[in-house]
Nanobody, 127 residues
């Protein structure tokens, strides 16, 4: 599976960005796509995940309401809509794929549960 992120850039506090994660090699039936971020000097943290088949999601509680994950299976692309951005949202944002061996709603397995990663896209929130 290959993943390519896009949509990062510089934005002012309070602004919005939509990140895209284009995938190849993933399947709607068996994969989920997740978004993570990593700020300098910090650990990589999970943001949200979506199961491609049924759209079930996981979202980090502290980011709910500002960040929303979605997908377009016709394009095999996942998105992360980020609103009301803050200075501490500055980070490199990554998407990752996870092969799912179970049916039913998605459940989050963390950074170590991911199989493949994109190279990331940089988001800088600055005034």
């Amino acid at each position: 599976v290959q993943l390519v992120e896009s949509g990062g850039g510089v934005v002012q506090p309070g602004g919005s960005l939509r990140l895209s994660c284009a995938t190849s090699g993933a399947t709607v039936e068996h994969h989920a796509i997740c978004w993570f971020r990593q700020a300098p000097g910090k650990e990589r943290e999970g943001i949200a995940c979506i199961r491609l088949s049924d759209g079930s999601t996981y979202s980090e509680e502290s980011l709910k309401g500002r960040f929303t994950i979605s997908r377009d299976n016709t394009k095999m692309t996942a998105y992360l809509q980020m609103n009301r951005l803050r200075l501490d949202d500055t980070a490199r944002y990554y998407c990752a794929s996870e092969y799912l061996y179970y049916s039913g709603s998605y459940y989050y397995t963390g950074v170590n549960g991911m199989d493949y990663w994109g190279g990331g896209t940089l988001v800088t929130v600055s005034s």
